[in-house]
């Protein structure tokens, strides 16, 4: 069978996107998570679609594409978390530094934080942060080069300035007024 034009990829959507909604929803528990990565899933089989209507099965290009988006967010997920929990250590250090045992817990702090970042910008900063990945491991991992990467963190840090001054400035309150 050969598939060409916008009416057969509507129909491959129709029968692949569904069963990857699935697939992310079994791999990340979320729905809102699963339907993003299937959607990203599509949009890069639709703007590849000359060459993927020649394929016997484009279905199964598009399962090997969200097989590798499940692994970046599972990748991304577990270095969020991971930052969250070293926010959460620091966060019972300095209560107990300045002996506030009723100290709000960091643990949600790092996404908080992290969240308005574009997807790009929110991997690099959790793996050079978070996971203290050096420039050339994250350029290695994500499969960039070591200027993007430092281009991302520089964007990255300018977006985040407000929020971490806001924070400093909290902290430093909090401590002035214990």
């Not at 929803?25 to 209507?53: I, N």
């Not at 290009?61 to 929990?85: G, P």
């Not at 019972?92 to 709000?104: K, L, M, N, S």
């Not at 977006?159 to 002035?176: H, T, W």
Request: charged share 25%; aromatic share 6%.
């Amino acid at each position: 069978m050969t598939v060409t034009g916008a009416h057969d990829y509507e129909e491959v959507f129709r029968d692949v996107f569904p069963r990857l909604v699935s697939l992310g929803v079994l791999k990340t528990g979320r729905v809102d998570s699963a339907r993003d990565l299937a959607q990203e899933t599509m949009l890069r089989a639709h703007t590849r679609w000359d060459e993927l209507a020649t394929y016997d099965a484009p279905a199964a290009w598009c399962h090997t594409v969200m097989t590798n988006l499940l692994i970046d967010y599972h990748r991304t997920t577990t270095s969020e978390q991971r930052a969250v929990e070293r926010l959460g250590r620091r966060g019972e250090h300095a209560a107990d530094r300045i002996g506030d045992a009723t100290a709000t817990p960091a643990l949600d702090r790092w996404h908080e934080i992290v969240a308005p970042l574009p997807d790009r910008q929110r991997l690099v900063v959790t793996l050079y942060y978070a996971d203290d990945l050096s420039v050339g491991q994250i350029a290695n991992l994500v499969g960039t080069s070591r200027g993007a990467v430092k281009a991302t963190l520089f964007k990255a840090r300018r977006a985040l300035r407000p929020a971490l001054d806001a924070e400093a400035s909290r902290d430093f309150q909090g401590d002035s007024n214990g």
